[in-house]
């Protein structure tokens, strides 16, 4: 799904899907390959490009050394680089890759030397009022290198850094005045500082090593990096972990909260646990949700891999039809495969996904996906499946038609794009040639996530900001 | 499976598993592309070198072009470098890595300058007489660049050429002193010959364009290159395909066969067939015969991503018990991730694949996986399964344990490493920490691939030569 | 003797020498071939990085494209990168190579995005009151990414550009401010502005092309720019060079001028004229009041390559004795070779020197340098031509020693590496092995360079701010 | 010379001047720093590609590294790819850059794994039946990867070393079927094997280390591998070095001998000496002849740096005329600066040479040098002369136009680039805009060698083979 968005999302520069990562280990051990182990975990939320940067706590004052670059984790972050840097406290960031803004000046960790020492900050999320806080700044004499909202939160905390007695207060100082979506974590040569938004729009969570803390986006980043997960970071929570442990400032929470239902849906990791909800079980019973709104009478229940296995499995399990891998996926044909001429783009698909013949020969079946963006890559799959021998393809879809911005940094294409924006899902259905199609009603979400608040504005247009 | 073996393989520098292609296009459109596309659904078979040959068969006598390098085919062509290609017929290769023979002097295709021209090789397979063509040709004055037995097949015809009216004939006086498994083809500026060892161990299938053929390793790269499949290369069959069409020769046949099992158990890929036999059906009979054998109790049957998930629905199947996922796996962390140290080994699994809570709380399960070699592996699964809250684990493994070494091209670790060799069922049972364990029977692989006779010596010590 | 400098230099960060160069081209043609083109004749200025932007006058406002990296010009601008590059007007720089600061962040141009648009920044020379200027701007939250005191010069001006109506305005405000030797390039979009130091410590000159203008460090770098010497810039005069022709301000005229006599002495270029006088003829009569001052009785005089040859000329002449190579310089061996150990130390020096034998054999001779640093390599030289059969060998030092520290941009080694420090000459030449040895008087520098004012503080202690 | 000659070279792949290289510490003492510095002191015969091939005398049988590629020695050789060699013998080259021929599979040493171990050769010089010699080899299936001659010995080495007892024996075996000029150097393991064709057309010196010895094409590369000349190897000596010392074998040693005089004129170094005479020696007497010939009353005598200046020396001498230097050479532009456009290409001799206007002004003046290719290049440096104010500008030319191809390694540019092909000796003063014209007349060449017979066929078509 993430492939198929990036694919056709183009321009707004500062909306972004990242995943961020801290570490502090008390007792001196190094924290490079852990920070590197726990960005592996979070690629799925951005392979554009990936950065760390770490200090040593009982080091010379202010040395943060750092490393960033376009790239997967293991492109970037090789035994030679690695060997070059050191620390027991750390910051990491992967970042999504959307056209137009890809850059290395976007690259994070900002690392900054300003009049008091050295910062590194991480963010994930949108700030809507990013362009106002430039402009300040810009009227200072700040000048930016990249494009992106992060950097503007970044000098804008050394500004206020310089006027503040500890980078905890710059940061609050600093959130108090940020609108939007966000989890941030800011980093001097002793100390990180963790943040996320009052609403609760951007996941984070806290987990505890042996002796140390980490901070991370998902908690399926904990596990590789040693550590247990104990508890989300509350939104409008400021989290100061020092040395000297764990320091709490919760003067921004606010009353509202909306979790965006997207990190459910398909951003977050299935062996994740975000505030409260596995997202595993939030996939299988939007399935199972799917199945009683939609339910159909066929032989066997399947997904597009691997964005739409796990709704499948709901949807199968509710009906009691047997759940069956239906395609062959090539995992070896990534971002970087040779791009394909128009005449060529047929033989794309069938290179990333074959039809198991002998599954669908002579078959009715369900084929579950978590969104349809142009519909062209849906329509390629029914077609396969039906030269495959396929009687019937049920196409089921596990969310609603997106109709709506996101403000808040999930990065939606833009209208002219999306299928569901020109076409009713009875026109949809004909399109990708399916003999039905179901849509994910906006009133089913809450089986996904229980009574969580949820943001739903791109299905629903009811922003919260 | 393919990863695990690789980790443990160690030397011997003349064994490797790879893949072939050949295409001849007669409208004189180019070839590079497809090429391309058809290693791309070949990378299974080899991921440490990708290369390719292509000529006119219009242009210029002897002008043979190539690249190859280390890498994946993703890695090896980029758009600049195809762009530095053409041609409409041409031959590519995908090579496994194995320790220790990795080299770029061993990439294929070699594409050789002689006397009368220029011709390039591609090989898939063993000579188990290798070293005596290697000394006759060196007291000939030839000098090897490489350590690869297919260097010496190269200049083994080239030899031979200098003194044959054609490239086929050449091809069929080296294949008559050929001992071994292996699928080769052979290309000159305007010809592509392939030829398969007599028995058939390596596999080898032709495939029709609008207007010409394709030759591979395998028929799931048939379609990604616009090809559809028409059979398989017979055992000891000489094919020759030049603008005027196939020739076959057929002097080399040999009544008995020995496909080799292995292909069918993790080889090849799913949506391929062989000789007859889908490889998911394989599969799925394979997983269905263990059921039969070792049947268990349990709530739900899963596989190791991604080698054990079909024999796993065969075995669920045959049962009536529910397949589930129960890992994520992490498709990011591939060959190139840092390499843990001793002490991060345990958390590199988890990087790789993480167990799904929700799934396995409370529930007794079956894991099955295509084999064991150390059993390293297998005991840290079963134990982050236990972790996870599962009651029971019970593992069966999808092929005998091998005992005896391949010589016809399959890269089966030395005996010291191997589990199998050192300690009975019951013994790896206790160690991997399972609750049963269960291996294919010998004789329940005829289910597999039905009457086909087969090569099984690694597991049996039965050799055919 | 450039070489020999950066081999022992070692620490102060903000010192440096360098080339600017700034071109307009009226009639719309392509300017970056010939910033190229300015920099390779500036390149003796600095081997370190090199530097261009470049904008489009008629283009759209904003848009300045830059490359800059570390190597030599050859190095960092190949015909690929130029392609990528265009514009009718723009900047360059070269970078002197001093150990400790050499790092791509403080390579020029400095290209900078801020409110107003985007300027570009070129510097030659040292701010003695850059620390003061760099914290008023860092506790106004300006980070600095290099340790250069350029960077300060162009975020000053930054911040000045956002209060000022134009940029030459800026630049005049910035100029008042800065203390020290200097010569600067300003480069918005659609403008150049040049600026040279009250004093004329540092060189810049103005040329004509058939439709533009060209500003150069020196007059070396216009003829292969394809433009006409039209005269220096004046002490304390801004330069603003537009599409409309030129302005001239000369508000920060100072009555005092003190002109390095180090440009003349071995920085400047030998086809350079500076403030009217030209090189060439400085070292010519430097070398005849050399000969004047300490004359021998000898068969040949001559230099060393290059740095010695043209005042052991003067010499020469003064004296009317042969002047004749002696050496063999190997131009081959440069910046980059491999470094040799200790014990090959001696043998280094013979690879990018060696002596003609022939030449020397049985003769008294005179060698000329422009200095001696540590002594060592002088040593060196002297028992090389009294191995080959040299008399006598009588050296001549074209320059006074420097005993005193540079703050106006000359990198001169720390005290305790200069011999002239801790020995007297009597001391030195003894030290060095020759029969003689003179140094040019520092009342003698005057016949260099006629009745031009000059700074000889390195030599007298005697600074003009 | 040699960078005008290369312009305008073209394609008779076969031809090639090179620098061999080799040496033997008995004492064991790693070489691999002493052939780059021996290679850096050849780097004026090649400058295309650099290599060595090591080995240690006292490791394993058959252990030879090596390393090589396209570019300078310091490009080639960096302290990390030395590093990764160690040995105490070894073999190094330097290739000429020739436009056509130009690839990384002719670059040397040719190292070859064959039936009895490895072996490694260097080559200088032109094998005029290498066609014939490569045919038979071919014939008997053998592959060439590269198209240079010294390929052809490398491999008719192989195959005649393994029907013989010792490497000597079969250089000895091979030599006596070449024909043509060369100097060659093959190494085993543990020995190296130099020759020199029986005319002595190619030059090669032995040198002597403390304890063991160095071959190389000039002795200018002794001194800085730490050796002392002892003598130049005889025309037809086979020359064995071991742990056990020198063994020489004159068997192929003829009456006739022909040192080619382009060593003399331009290849070799100044300060090497060859067969009896010192190549500074020969330019100076060389000068003298030609003003003897042609004198002129001039106010001073100047070259063309480098290639032209010590025959200006001795020209100055003969008549008593002061020597000056005319031109700034920028020693920063070498082969890899941006390529000018067809429009750029007068300012682009500006930036290899300026003229030093002080000097010429108002003089009458003599220009030397060592030969005229296309002639625009002499016609741009008169022009510049008289720009500058030179009176009168007379040029001289140190060798007699070359009308004749060589066989035995020059590379010669094809006769319709050679401006002595079709105009007269005045037609080509006009067409320089020079005031006189005169090139060195044949006779006088013997002047430059004393009596030591000289190959002079590209000037007088009177070939010894």
């Given at each position: 799904?993430?492939?198929?968005?990036?694919?056709?999302?183009?321009?707004?520069?500062?909306?972004?899907?990242?995943?961020?990562?801290?570490?502090?280990?008390?007792?001196?051990?190094?924290?490079?390959?852990?920070?590197?182990?726990?960005?592996?975990?979070?690629?799925?939320?951005?392979?554009?490009?990936?950065?760390?940067?770490?200090?040593?706590?009982?080091?010379?004052?202010?040395?943060?050394?750092?490393?960033?670059?376009?790239?997967?984790?293991?492109?970037v972050?090789?035994?030679?680089?690695?060997?070059?840097?050191?620390?027991?406290?750390?910051?990491?960031?992967?970042?999504?890759?959307?056209?137009g803004?890809?850059?290395?000046?976007?690259?994070?960790?900002f690392?900054?030397?300003?009049?008091?020492?050295?910062?590194?900050?991480?963010?994930?999320?949108?700030?809507?009022?990013?362009?106002?806080?430039?402009?300040?700044?810009?009227?200072?004499?700040?000048?930016?290198?990249?494009?992106?909202?992060?950097?503007?939160?970044?000098?804008?905390?050394?500004?206020?850094?310089?006027r503040?007695?500890?980078?905890?207060?710059?940061?609050?100082?600093?959130?108090?005045?940020?609108?939007?979506?966000?989890?941030?974590?800011?980093?001097?040569?002793?100390?990180?500082?963790?943040?996320?938004?009052?609403?609760?729009?951007?996941?984070?969570?806290?987990?505890?090593?042996?002796?140390?803390?980490?901070?991370?986006?998902?908690?399926?980043?904990?596990?590789?990096?040693?550590?247990?997960?104990?508890?989300?970071i509350?939104?409008?929570?400021?989290?100061?972990?020092?040395?000297?442990?764990?320091?709490?400032d919760?003067?921004?929470?606010?009353?509202?909260?909306?979790?965006?239902?997207?990190?459910?849906?398909?951003?977050?990791?299935?062996?994740?646990?975000?505030?409260?909800?596995?997202?595993?079980?939030?996939?299988?019973?939007g399935?199972r949700?799917?199945?009683?709104?939609?339910p159909?009478?066929v032989?066997?229940?399947?997904?597009?891999?691997?964005?739409?296995?796990?709704?499948?499995?709901?949807?199968?399990?509710e009906?009691?039809?047997?759940?069956?891998?239906?395609?062959?996926?090539?995992?070896?044909?990534?971002r970087?495969?040779?791009k394909?001429?128009?005449?060529?783009?047929?033989?794309?698909?069938?290179?990333?996904?074959?039809?198991?013949?002998?599954?669908v020969?002579?078959?009715?079946?369900?084929?579950?996906?978590?969104?349809?963006?142009?519909?062209?890559?849906?329509?390629?799959?029914?077609?396969?499946?039906?030269?495959?021998?396929?009687?019937?393809?049920?196409?089921?879809?596990?969310?609603?038609?997106?109709?709506y911005?996101?403000?808040?940094?999930?990065?939606?294409?833009?209208?002219?794009?999306?299928?569901?924006?020109?076409?009713?899902?009875?026109?949809?259905?004909?399109?990708?040639?399916?003999?039905?199609?179901?849509?994910?009603?906006?009133?089913?979400?809450?089986?996904?996530?229980?009574?969580?608040?949820?943001c739903k504005?791109?299905?629903?247009?009811?922003?919260?900001?």
């Amino acid at each position: 799904m993430c492939e198929q968005l990036s694919e056709v999302s183009v321009d707004d520069k500062l909306n972004e899907e990242c995943g961020v990562f801290g570490i502090i280990d008390y007792d001196g051990n190094d924290v490079t390959r852990r920070i590197c182990y726990g960005l592996g975990a979070l690629q799925h939320r951005g392979q554009e490009s990936a950065g760390m940067a770490v200090s040593d706590t009982n080091g010379p004052k202010g040395n943060i050394m750092y490393h960033k670059d376009m790239g997967l984790v293991s492109e970037v972050f090789r035994d030679e680089t690695l060997n070059g840097l050191s620390g027991n406290i750390g910051v990491g960031h992967v970042r999504y890759s959307t056209t137009g803004s890809s850059s290395k000046f976007n690259a994070q960790p900002f690392v900054l030397n300003y009049l008091k020492g050295t910062l590194a900050l991480v963010h994930n999320g949108n700030i809507t009022n990013s362009e106002e806080l430039k402009y300040e700044l810009a009227n200072e004499g700040i000048v930016f290198h990249g494009t992106s909202d992060s950097e503007v939160i970044a000098y804008k905390l050394v500004r206020t850094r310089i006027r503040s007695a500890t980078i905890e207060e710059a940061v609050a100082k600093v959130a108090a005045e940020l609108k939007g979506g966000y989890a941030i974590i800011a980093m001097s040569p002793r100390k990180i500082v963790g943040i996320r938004d009052p609403f609760g729009i951007k996941p984070l969570c806290l987990g505890k090593l042996e002796n140390g803390y980490v901070l991370a986006s998902e908690s399926c980043a904990l596990t590789v990096a040693g550590a247990e997960f104990v508890r989300d970071i509350e939104p409008g929570e400021i989290i100061t972990i020092t040395q000297d442990g764990i320091k709490s400032d919760i003067s921004l929470k606010s009353e509202k909260r909306a979790h965006c239902i997207f990190e459910y849906i398909y951003f977050a990791r299935l062996d994740s646990k975000m505030d409260g909800i596995n997202v595993y079980d939030a996939r299988i019973n939007g399935g199972r949700a799917l199945a009683r709104r939609y339910p159909v009478d066929v032989d066997i229940v399947s997904g597009v891999p691997d964005s739409g296995l796990i709704a499948a499995e709901g949807y199968a399990k509710e009906l009691g039809i047997p759940f069956e891998l239906v395609f062959q996926k090539n995992s070896y044909v990534g971002r970087t495969f040779i791009k394909p001429t128009q005449e060529e783009r047929t033989r794309a698909v069938h290179l990333k996904l074959s039809v198991l013949e002998s599954v669908v020969k002579g078959k009715r079946l369900v084929l579950v996906d978590d969104s349809i963006v142009r519909g062209t890559t849906m329509a390629n799959l029914v077609k396969m499946l039906r030269k495959a021998g396929a009687k019937e393809v049920h196409v089921r879809i596990s969310s609603p038609p997106f109709l709506y911005p996101c403000y808040y940094g999930t990065d939606i294409p833009s209208n002219s794009q999306l299928i569901a924006n020109s076409l009713s899902p009875e026109e949809i259905c004909e399109k990708i040639g399916a003999d039905s199609l179901g849509y994910m009603q906006i009133e089913d979400l809450e089986t996904m996530t229980k009574d969580l608040p949820l943001c739903k504005a791109c299905f629903d247009n009811n922003y919260i900001i």
